[in-house]
């Protein structure tokens, strides 16, 4: 069955980078876009950007324009997203989701399980 | 941006009764080459990563329970659960993917009455 597998929480200072991984497995992973998606404590949810893993062309909301970096590692079905200059309102847990259908389909299914990133000198 | 305004906030309902939540976007989601509505719907339970239940704005994703439906279009939708049960407690969320960047409503949270 598809999944997608995120790496561990993380404790980041403000400044600092982060990096979350996001594995995926149980279909062809060139085929279908990866998107992000954070969700602060107790709030909605807020999509960052999307990756096709065919080519690696990304697609960033403006908001997060110039700190986030998405990229892909084919060999290995692995998704990241690095998210720079973090500060206290970043402190979300942060989700990967596969595109749920062919092109236009940008509905997420499924969803990775999450990873908290907190954000604190 | 298209912005998604959810109604109520929160809603509670007594077993067995329906629940209705709303969903109004800013500007229209229905994409007329297609006459599709790129409208879905998710399932959030505490602790866990979003559900999706409806994509086209009335499809329903493979094993999820028909007591789910979706209906509307353009700009207007609509979340039923009919015949609520206690598993049903939960953040709903609708979703447009229309147009970047996709955006969210602001989430209903159903609770049994």
């Known amino acids: 069955q598809v999944q997608l597998v995120q790496s561990g929480a993380e404790a980041k200072k403000p400044g600092t980078s982060v990096k979350v991984s996001c594995k995926t497995s149980?279909?062809?992973?060139?085929?279908?876009?990866i998107h992000w998606v954070r969700q602060a404590p107790g709030q909605g949810l807020e999509w960052m950007g999307v990756?096709?893993?065919?080519?690696?062309?990304?697609n960033y909301a403006q908001k997060f324009q110039g700190r986030v970096t998405m990229t892909r590692d084919t060999s290995t079905s692995t998704v990241y997203m690095e998210l720079s200059s973090l500060r206290s309102e970043d402190t979300a847990v942060y989700y990967c989701?596969?595109?749920?259908?062919?092109?236009?389909?940008?509905?997420?299914?499924?969803w990775g399980q999450g990873t908290l990133v907190t954000v604190s000198s | 941006d298209i912005v998604m305004t959810q109604s109520p906030d929160s809603l509670a309902v007594s077993l067995g009764e329906r629940a209705t939540i709303n969903c109004k976007s800013s500007?229209?989601?229905?994409?007329?080459?297609?006459?599709?509505?790129?409208l879905a719907w998710y399932q959030q339970k505490s602790g866990q990563p979003p559900k999706l239940l409806i994509y086209?704005?009335?499809t329903r994703e493979s094993g999820v329970s028909d007591r789910f439906s979706g209906s509307g279009s353009g700009t207007d939708f609509t979340l039923t659960i009919s015949a609520l049960q206690a598993e049903d407690v939960a953040v709903y969320y609708c979703?447009?993917?229309?147009?970047?960047?996709?955006?969210f409503g602001q989430g209903t949270k159903l609770e049994i009455k």
């Open positions: 989701a596969k595109r749920g259908g062919s092109s236009g389909s940008n509905w997420f299914d499924p």
């Open positions: 149980g279909y062809t992973f060139t085929t279908y876009y």
């Open positions: 990756i096709d893993p065919s080519g690696g062309s990304t």
């Open positions: 500007q229209s989601v229905l994409y007329r080459s297609n006459n599709k509505n790129y």
């Open positions: 086209w704005a009335s």
């Open positions: 979703h447009q993917y229309y147009s970047t960047p996709y955006t």
